[in-house]
């Protein structure tokens, strides 16, 4: 299927800071600030970009991710340490106040940054053209800040030098073969990276889809870290959780992490 057929029309807007932001970008952000320790220079490569910046609407679904989270943070003195980085690195003490919160490709700029590093090289990918815009916009003042408005598979696949890939496709049943086939070549060229895909139940609505357990299958079999989280009850065929995977340094730590985020947030890990 081209990607043109594909992704007809997706709007990240009403998701961000959903539940499944917040544990990608947890994700994200512990592990690229581990891997910022031992760098100088790093280069990030975002398949499925999105905007920048975010404003949060009433509507949004934020306020069960980031919005609730922020409430647990502020209640809590006793924070885990990678949580409590999180929360403050992106500011989300102010984020009922100014309802703004940044996409992945800030997410890692702004780790990167508080890091220490600057020379830092980002290739940013997304298909929807105002989506492209936005980010030209929002990077403009930044050289080396490649917008690409074109396939992130493609651009992938054409791309080395890359400290780390994030493959974040918004739907898995559409993006199935070409998302399965792309962490298949990082994992053979020894690519860090990290990817997130929804969580569904099957048929029955007893356990996972058929496509989030292979998944989860071939994530063991390869010796991938993975994480399988649900934060609904019972099983659904609409998005009841979420799976990341994450083949980067320090990965036991990022595990971690997400342990800690499940427990804050009263989810459910789940095991394939
Ligand atoms: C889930 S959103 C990305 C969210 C972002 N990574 C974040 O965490 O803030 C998915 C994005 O992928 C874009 N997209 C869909 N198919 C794509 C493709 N084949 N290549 C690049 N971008 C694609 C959509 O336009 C959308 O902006």
Redesign the pocket.
Known sequence: ML?TE??LK?D?TN??GNQG?LI??LTLTVAISRMAETKHAFTYL??????ARYDLSDSGEWGQGIGKFAGHCAENAQLPEDLAYFYDVQSLNRVNRERKYW???R?VLNVLLDQGLTDIRMIL????SA?CRDLKEHYQDRLLVAIHC????RKAYDTGGVDLV?I???DISA?YT?FTALMGHCLARGQSFIS?NSLHGNSIQQGMSSKCLSISRWADESGISSFSVRWKKGWSRQMCGCQVLFSVPGAGRVADACGDLVKLMGWSTVES
Do not use: A, F
């Open positions: 990607w594909r992704i997706y990240h998701k961000i932001d990608k970008h975002d398949v499925h970009s999105g905007r996409g992945s490709s997410i990918c997304d298909t929807d989506v074109m396939d992130g598979y994030l974040d496709p918004p993006h070409e997130w």
